[in-house]
T-cell receptor, first 116, second 110 residues
Framework: NAGVTQTPKFRVLKTGQSMTLLCAQDMNHEYMYWYRQDPGMGLRLIHYSVGEGTTAKGEVPDGYNVSRLKKQNFLLGLESAAPSQTSVYFC???????????????FGAGTRLSVL | RKEVEQDPGPFNVPEGATVAFNCTYSNSASQSFFWYRQDCRKEPKLLMSVYSSGNEDGRFTAQLNRASQYISLLIRDSKLSDSATYLCVVNISGNNRLAFGKGNQVVVIP
């Protein structure tokens, strides 16, 4: 059982380049999330989705876009990468909504992104 | 006040000893509380949910104090494999998201 799979695992970008991070889950979860984790800070929510075809902004959405065309996939895009976006990115999914039953989040292994 | 606050440590614990730490949260309407474990350069994984009555899972005990708005985690008979960062996680009521603390780093020393 793969759970939550993120690709790529590592990436180095130059300022201004674009890229897409892919998250795939095989648990039939409705809810999916993208977080970033920086040294000395807790995980911060970038965007999330409550179902196929829906997306919503989290705490730190600027500079990122997302799409959820299929239930099992959640894509995070950086249109014009900046050094401030150097971080570790985690995708997560859950069966139910935050605060409700089934709201335990399962995380992917992360993507380490450096923007030079 | 930050949504979730934890003392990052590190907490250096002799093998076999007991260690405990607290996490405070600011949103009095929060309903869901969790402890996640994160190993170095790995993803967070659920350690345990925290219930109002407190709960225990083997050597781990979690407590919730709503009046003072904190949750706690106690690890008994520490093992070397317990070395990790323990993240306090709280739902933000009225907002469909979880707030993560910076984590308590635990280092178990032989």
């Amino acid at each position: 059982n793969a759970g939550v799979t993120q690709t790529p695992k590592f990436r180095v970008l130059k300022t201004g380049q674009s890229m897409t991070l892919l998250c795939a889950q095989d648990m039939n979860h409705e809810y999916m999330y993208w977080y970033r984790q920086d040294p000395g800070m807790g995980l911060r929510l970038i965007h999330y989705s409550v179902g196929e075809g829906t997306t919503a902004k989290g705490e730190v959405p600027d500079g990122y876009n997302v799409s959820r065309l299929k239930k099992q996939n959640f894509l995070l895009g950086l249109e014009s990468a900046a050094p401030s976006q150097t971080s570790v990115y985690f995708c997560a999914s859950s069966y139910g909504q935050v605060g409700g039953a089934g709201n335990i989040q399962y995380f992917g292994a992360g993507t380490r992104l450096s923007v030079l | 006040r930050k949504e979730v606050e934890q003392d990052p440590g590190p907490f250096n614990v002799p093998e076999g000893a007991t260690v405990a730490f607290n996490c405070t949260y600011s949103n009095s309407a929060s309903q869901s509380f969790f402890w996640y474990r994160q190993d170095c350069r790995k993803e967070p994984k659920l350690l345990m949910s925290v219930y109002s009555s407190g709960n225990e899972d083997g050597r781990f005990t979690a407590q919730l104090n709503r009046a003072s708005q904190y949750i706690s985690l106690l690890i008994r008979d520490s093992k070397l494999s317990d070395s990790a960062t323990y993240l306090c996680v709280v739902n933000i009521s009225g907002n469909n998201r979880l707030a993560f603390g910076k984590g308590n780093q635990v280092v178990v020393i032989p």
